[in-house]
């Protein structure tokens, strides 16, 4: 099943069928809302009721690990980037592995804002991946997964961002994470870091790294299945698909923007990591 046949499915559930909306709605409050306890018992029984309605088999505590996504609401609400559209003075290219693009995660658009944070100037990049595959695509497992991520980020597409800082005759790509505030009740959401640290594509990576490039061209690499990236290939024996801005679409945004473009879950703000 293609993930608009997923996704579509699922958000014609949630317009259509009470129960559906309800099911999914207790689901994100248990997960989103700092003032909502976590039942992990109660969250197994209705992801299962949500799979039912889609169609697919039950699963179990040995699949799905769920924990709450968010702990804490904002003390204050800072103004999200304001992005500047300005030429960006770099030439970057992304390069995947083509088994990971060949299974419809491969990269769809990127997303520029350039802004200044303290005495930086900041471009964040925003990259969008097509789907987001641990498990062989259109398994069991892997349709399991995909639903937990419809109705925990409302949205299949994988979204990953990154900070380029200008040092004098260097960039620094700097691979932490960030936080995005929740419009409904103001929780932050914490998006952890995307360095690969070493990893290949058949593990996954959250490290929080800063690499150095030299010169104005930068060359980043998709290193593993959840899409963490370095300007190292850790992956030298796999066939790359070759991504630059002249193949895939552009467009001014900062993460939140592409959040509340993308997802069903919606954001006020955000606080870059950098």
């Not at 952890?192 to 010169?215: D, L, N, Q, T, W």
Request: glycine share 8%.
């Amino acid at each position: 099943m293609g993930e608009e046949n997923l996704s579509e499915i699922f958000n014609k559930l949630y317009m259509r069928r009470e129960e559906f909306r309800r099911n999914v709605d207790r689901l994100r409050l248990m997960l989103l809302d700092p003032d909502t306890l976590f039942d992990g018992d109660e969250a197994l029984t209705l992801f299962n009721k949500v799979l039912r309605e889609m169609g697919f088999s039950e699963t179990d505590k040995s699949f799905l690990k769920p924990r709450k996504s968010v702990l804490v609401k904002a003390a204050e609400v800072p103004e999200p980037p304001a992005c500047r559209e300005e030429r960006l003075g770099i030439d970057l290219v992304f390069m995947q592995p083509r088994i990971d693009v060949e299974k419809g995660n491969g990269l769809r658009r990127v997303y520029f804002c350039k802004y200044m944070r303290g005495d930086k100037e900041v471009l964040e990049v925003t990259l969008v991946f097509g789907d987001e595959d641990r498990l062989p695509s259109g398994s069991k497992l892997d349709l399991w997964y995909d639903v937990w991520r419809l109705i925990a980020w409302g949205r299949l597409q994988d979204i990953e961002t990154f900070y380029i800082v200008r040092k004098e005759s260097t960039y620094e790509i700097d691979l932490t994470g960030l936080q995005l505030i929740l419009r409904e009740n103001l929780g932050v959401r914490k998006i952890p870091p995307i360095g690969s640290g070493g990893k290949g594509y058949f593990e996954a990576g959250h490290e929080y790294e800063v690499e150095v490039v030299r010169g104005d061209k930068i060359v980043v690499y998709v290193n593993t299945w959840n899409h963490a990236l370095s300007t190292i290939d850790t992956n030298p024996r796999l066939v790359k698909e070759v991504f630059t801005l002249d193949n895939v679409e552009v467009k001014i945004g900062s993460r939140m923007d592409v959040e509340n473009e993308l997802s069903a879950i919606k954001y006020i703000s955000e606080i870059p990591g950098i």
